[in-house]
C-alpha cells in the first residue's frame, strides 16, 4: 500500500488543521492506520491510530480531547482533525499503515510496514 499524506501548515496557537492520509493498493478496509510526529532532534512519536478491523481510536494523552482521527474507507483516506493546537505540535507528521498489528504494538513505529511522506506542521505562539 502506498500512502500520501497531507494538510500541513502554519498556524497560529489555538488553531486547526486537518491532515490526510489517503492510501492506494491493499485492502484499505483491514488496515491500522497511525499518525506519528517527529520533532526536529526528538524521535518520532506516537499521536494516534485508527484500527481498521476493530474500529478503534487511539490517542497519545496530551492531544486527547484536541486531536479526532476518523476513515472514509469509500475514499481509502484517514483524517486526523486538529484543534487547540499548540506549539508543542510543531513536527513532520506521518502516516503508516500496517495489516497485521495488535492493539499493543499500533503506538510503536518500527510495527508498521508502510509510511507516507511527512506533512510539516507548524504552530506559532
Known amino acids: 500500500v502506498q500512502l500520501q499524506a497531507s494538510g500541513g501548515g502554519l498556524v497560529q496557537a489555538g488553531g486547526s488543521l486537518r491532515l490526510s492520509c489517503t492510501a492506494s493498493g491493499g485492502s484499505f478496509r483491514r488496515y491500522t492506520i497511525g499518525w506519528f510526529r517527529q520533532a526536529p532532534g526528538k524521535e518520532r512519536e506516537f499521536v494516534a491510530a485508527?484500527?481498521?478491523?476493530?474500529?478503534?481510536?487511539h490517542y497519545l494523552d496530551s492531544v486527547k480531547g484536541r486531536f479526532t482521527i476518523s476513515r472514509d474507507n469509500a475514499k481509502n483516506t484517514v483524517y486526523l482533525q486538529m484543534d487547540s493546537l499548540r506549539p508543542e505540535d510543531t513536527g513532520v507528521y506521518f502516516c503508516a499503515a500496517d495489516d497485521r498489528l495488535i492493539q499493543s504494538s499500533i503506538r510503536v513505529p518500527g510495527q508498521y510496514d508502510h509510511w507516507g511522506q511527512g506533512t510539516q506542521v507548524t504552530v506559532s505562539s
Open positions: 485508527h484500527r481498521g478491523s476493530a474500529m478503534t481510536t
